[in-house]
């Protein structure tokens, strides 16, 4: 399941109140991720943290890298905290090859070279080929829920200025082709490019709901760490006071239009 879909599930249970009836525990969650920059990978995660409303602690890390945070809270929530941490924050555009226009059932096997084939979320899902390259990858990045125009769930994402102009030059570029739009291991949206898109503003609408629009633009809204961030391992102990209702409330407006 990927990391959008894994959080929905997740606030799903927590806005149900299903988790509010867990035994409270003190969760230690360890981390590992390069030596070199594991302090700016903690800052990094201590925002993802306050952007949840989660009373974490997070201890400066080691010579080895690893990342300790500590939480109180229900032990079915301990999913949901590792995928909010673990999201991945970035967003690619990536051109089509001149042939590709759908791929068919399946992806060709073998790939030809230099191209990627992943599947977008249409059901049944149509795997697309293009560029293992991204043609952009915006480095500064915000996104919001929001609505199309047809009234479908929808991801807003906003650009930086210089992304801005990156984006704007990519589609006068790519004028009546495709540009694969896509997150993580997915693909979001495969639109034909009618005009160039510039003022740093992008509406996504696909295959997703609401509360799935609202996991997708927290997670495309989390800045990408410098390096890659294993899970490692994580401790439960009782905990006699939570302050897991921050995380709880954060984490329903997610779910929230």
């Given at each position: 399941?990927?990391?959008?879909?894994?959080?929905?599930?997740?606030?799903?249970?927590?806005?149900?109140?299903?988790?509010?009836?867990?035994?409270?525990?003190?969760?230690?969650?360890?981390?590992?991720?390069?030596?070199?920059?594991?302090?700016?990978?903690?800052?990094?995660?201590?925002?993802r943290?306050?952007?949840?409303?989660?009373?974490?602690?997070?201890a400066?890390?080691?010579?080895?890298?690893?990342?300790?945070?500590?939480?109180?809270?229900?032990?079915?929530?301990?999913?949901?905290?590792?995928?909010?941490?673990?999201?991945?924050?970035?967003?690619?555009?990536?051109?089509?090859?001149?042939?590709?226009?759908?791929?068919?059932?399946?992806?060709?096997?073998?790939?030809?070279?230099?191209?990627?084939?992943?599947?977008?979320?249409?059901?049944?899902?149509?795997?697309?080929?293009?560029?293992?390259?991204?043609?952009?990858?915006?480095k500064?990045?915000?996104?919001?829920?929001?609505?199309?125009?047809?009234?479908?769930?929808?991801?807003?994402?906003?650009?930086?200025?210089?992304?801005?102009?990156r984006?704007c030059?990519?589609?006068?570029?790519?004028?009546?082709?495709?540009?694969?739009?896509?997150?993580?291991?997915?693909?979001?949206?495969?639109?034909?490019?009618?005009?160039?898109?510039?003022?740093?503003?992008?509406?996504?609408?696909?295959?997703?709901?609401?509360?799935?629009a609202?996991?997708?633009?927290?997670?495309?809204?989390?800045?990408?760490?410098?390096?890659?961030?294993?899970?490692?391992?994580?401790?439960?102990?009782?905990?006699?006071?939570?302050?897991?209702?921050?995380?709880?409330?954060?984490?329903?407006?997610?779910?929230?239009?």
């Amino acid at each position: 399941m990927s990391r959008p879909l894994q959080l929905c599930a997740l606030l799903a249970l927590l806005v149900s109140g299903a988790a509010a009836a867990e035994e409270r525990m003190r969760l230690l969650l360890t981390f590992g991720t390069a030596p070199s920059v594991a302090a700016e990978v903690a800052a990094a995660m201590r925002a993802r943290l306050d952007r949840l409303g989660a009373e974490a602690e997070i201890a400066p890390p080691g010579p080895d890298g690893r990342i300790r945070v500590t939480l109180d809270g229900p032990a079915e929530a301990e999913d949901a905290v590792v995928a909010a941490l673990l999201a991945e924050g970035r967003l690619a555009f990536h051109s089509l090859p001149d042939f590709a226009d759908g791929t068919g059932a399946a992806c060709p096997d073998p790939l030809p070279h230099g191209l990627i084939c992943l599947t977008d979320l249409s059901a049944p899902p149509q795997p697309w080929l293009f560029d293992a390259t991204p043609a952009l990858t915006p480095k500064e990045i915000g996104a919001e829920a929001s609505i199309d125009g047809a009234g479908r769930p929808a991801v807003s994402v906003i650009l930086g200025t210089a992304d801005a102009e990156r984006f704007c030059a990519l589609t006068l570029q790519h004028v009546g082709e495709r540009l694969a739009v896509v997150h993580g291991d997915r693909v979001l949206t495969v639109p034909l490019v009618q005009e160039p898109i510039c003022g740093g503003r992008i509406l996504i609408s696909g295959s997703f709901g609401a509360a799935e629009a609202a996991a997708l633009a927290e997670a495309i809204g989390m800045a990408p760490y410098a390096a890659p961030v294993a899970y490692l391992e994580s401790v439960r102990t009782e905990a006699p006071e939570s302050a897991w209702g921050g995380v709880i409330e954060g984490l329903k407006t997610l779910g929230q239009d």
